[in-house]
């Protein structure tokens, strides 16, 4: 599977952006999604999480009530839906396929597919 990540950009605190996760290759219900961040000096960081249906999600803790993670399998196509953005936000978020059937898994090391990042950048 490939994936493309879009929709990123500059945005005030406070503010929205929604990124967009499309997949080609394989359909994308074949694997659970995830968004992953990375910060410049900082490692790969988890961010959410979505099973093949779209029936579970899961999010680190410090985007909880914030971030919403969603997906439709129609359009192969994972989206993070970001509000009350923060300057801690600001990073590059890469969203990743995982073919497993393991509920949760956070680590970028277990996502066997990678898109392009995209940059998120919040102006405090």
């Known amino acids: 599977v490939q994936l493309q990540a879009s929709g990123g950009g500059l945005v005030q605190a406070g503010g929205s952006l929604r990124l967009s996760c499309a997949a080609s290759?394989?359909?994308?219900?074949?694997?659970?999604m995830g968004w992953f961040r990375q910060a410049p000096g900082k490692e790969r960081e988890f961010v959410a999480r979505?099973?093949?249906?779209?029936?579970?999600?899961y999010y680190t803790e410090s985007v909880k009530g914030r971030f919403t993670i969603s997906r439709d399998n129609v359009k192969n196509t994972v989206y993070l839906r970001m509000n009350s953005l923060k300057s801690e936000d600001t990073a590059v978020y890469y969203c990743?396929?995982?073919?497993?059937?393991?509920?949760?898994?956070?680590?970028?090391?277990?996502?066997?597919?990678w898109g392009k990042g995209t940059q998120v950048t919040v102006s405090s």
């Open positions: 979505i099973s093949r249906s779209g029936s579970h999600t």
């Open positions: 290759g394989r359909t994308s219900s074949s694997y659970a």
């Open positions: 990743a396929a995982d073919g497993s059937f393991v509920s949760l898994r956070t680590s970028p090391e277990d996502y066997g597919y």
